[in-house]
T-cell receptor, first 115, second 112 residues
């Protein structure tokens, strides 16, 4: 099976712009989660989507949003970019049983730099 | 608030020595618990999860509910164990939604 893929792999934006990142899960996986990784804060959970619905959410401002399509592919959007949004954004997919957290399979990440 | 503590940022041991990576969590309920690992230039991947009670690459993890700890252990370290290790309880304890709360990680270095 092909692994989780993320596009683009690298992105440079300026403050105030918005950005959209894409994630394609492993075939058959129905849940997609997003994480932000920075040297200072480490890995932080953004949100999780299942069946096109946000099912779980971390503690991030409303500038961070996401969506999931009927084929389970997911996008996350960050509006009004700030310098502190510079990070590696990781996507993870899981089959999900629905009654407990399943093993997550991670993509390579998108490296976002905000200038 | 949910909190995960990995007290050692860096742990260096010699090959063949025992390894213990500490993890303490502060949670309501009984979360599902995971250890994830990231080897150099590879993706973050599952090492083991508590519910399966498997031993992966010689690692085991002991859950102590009283101390709310989930320490990772291996009796004899190997050079290929050098990596970044993350303790990760689920965010939605008992709720079924996926998502993990990661500790800051421990960088394990195995010296020859």
């Amino acid at each position: 099976k092909a692994g989780v893929t993320q596009t683009p792999r690298y992105l440079i934006k300026t403050r105030g712009q918005q950005v959209t990142l894409s994630c394609s899960p492993i075939s058959g996986h129905r849940s997609v989660s997003w994480y932000q990784q920075t040297p200072g804060q480490g890995l932080q959970f953004l949100f999780e989507y299942f069946s096109e619905t946000q099912r779980n959410k971390g503690n991030f401002p409303g500038r961070f949003s996401g969506r999931q399509f009927s084929n389970s592919r997911s996008e996350m959007n960050v509006s009004t970019l700030e310098l502190g949004d510079s990070a590696l954004y990781l996507c993870a997919s899981s089959f999900t049983s629905g009654w407990s957290t399943d093993t997550q399979y991670f993509g390579p990440g998108t490296r976002l730099t905000v200038l | 608030a949910q909190r995960v503590t990995q007290p050692e940022k860096l742990l260096s041991v010699f090959k063949g020595a025992p390894v213990e990576l500490k993890c303490n969590y502060s949670y309501s309920g009984s979360p599902e618990l995971f250890w994830y690992v990231q080897y150099s230039r590879q993706r973050l991947q599952l090492l083991l999860r508590h519910i399966s009670r498997e031993s992966i690459k010689g690692f085991t993890a002991d859950l102590n509910k009283g101390e709310t700890s989930f320490h990772l252990k291996k009796p004899f370290a190997q050079e290929e164990d050098s990596a970044m290790y993350y303790c990760a309880p689920e965010t939605d304890s008992g709720g079924g939604a996926d998502g993990l709360t990661f500790g800051k990680g421990t960088h394990l270095i195995i010296q020859p």
